[in-house]
């Protein structure tokens, strides 16, 4: 089955810098892949998905690359604010037939942004 | 619609007890998913209904968990005879089904139960 690594487990920049967090997956069929932001006592909330048939995908400070070559793909976060400390969450699914929200998760990124 | 509603947001129990969670979908998603997290990991996949068919369960679905959708509405997740292990948070969401490569089927979460069992 699939299995997604996701590094690095806990990441602290200063605010104003970028944070990029890489994720791995195994299953060569998997062509869907979100990011979801969890606050403390709160449900993952997606913030940007990508899907195989792009590469990139930018939305105002997020962008999300994808190498299916290499089956991996990265969050990267511009112009970091206090706001954007949570964990963050990769995923991977096959996006056809009935597997299409069985998102294989990984076990999340702590980002810290210090003032 | 506010999006996913999840009740209890919190439920302490001690082993051995019975308990059920409810989710509320959004309105015009007739897919919805159970997931559970526990401290530290990524949500796991449970289980999840199309309308009111259940189309797929997880092998971490033990015959203690049972999940119906029965008017293609709202779901309850009911764990009998709890143990400690199944403290954690059960997440539900929900989509409205479609071709994911097409930009359909992006999943809602909703804030989740947390599960404590004593």
């Known amino acids: 089955g699939e299995n997604v690594e996701q590094h690095p487990s806990t990441l602290s920049v200063q605010e104003g810098d970028s944070a990029v967090i890489k994720c791995t997956y195994s299953?060569?069929?998997?062509?869907?892949f979100p990011w979801y932001k969890q606050e403390l006592g709160k449900g993952p909330q997606l913030i940007i998905d990508?899907?195989?048939?792009?590469g990139e995908k930018k939305d105002q400070r997020i962008a999300v690359t994808l190498n299916k070559t290499a089956k991996h793909f990265s969050l990267h976060i511009t112009e970091t604010q206090p706001e954007d400390s949570a964990v963050y969450f990769c995923a991977a699914s096959r996006a056809y037939g009935g597997s299409q929200g069985n998102l294989i998760f990984g076990k999340g990124t702590k980002l810290s942004v210090k003032p | 619609d506010t999006g996913v509603s999840q009740d209890p947001r919190h439920k302490i129990t001690k082993r051995g007890q019975n308990v059920t969670f409810r989710c509320d979908p959004i309105s015009e998603h007739n897919r919805l998913y159970w997931y559970r997290q526990t401290l530290g990991q990524g949500p796991e996949f449970l289980t999840y209904?199309?309308?009111?068919?259940?189309?797929?369960k997880s092998r971490l679905l033990s015959d203690r968990f049972s999940a119906e959708r029965p008017k293609g509405s709202f779901s309850t997740l009911e764990i009998q005879r709890t143990e400690q292990g199944d403290s954690a948070m059960y997440l539900c969401?929900?989509?409205?089904?479609?071709?994911?490569?097409?930009?359909?089927?992006?999943?809602?979460f909703g804030a989740g139960s947390r599960l404590t069992v004593l």
């Open positions: 299953d060569s069929a998997s062509n869907y």
């Open positions: 969401a929900s989509s409205s089904g479609g071709v994911v490569l097409s930009g359909a089927n992006v999943l809602t």
């Open positions: 990508i899907r195989s048939n792009v």
């Open positions: 209904f199309q309308n009111e068919a259940q189309l797929e």
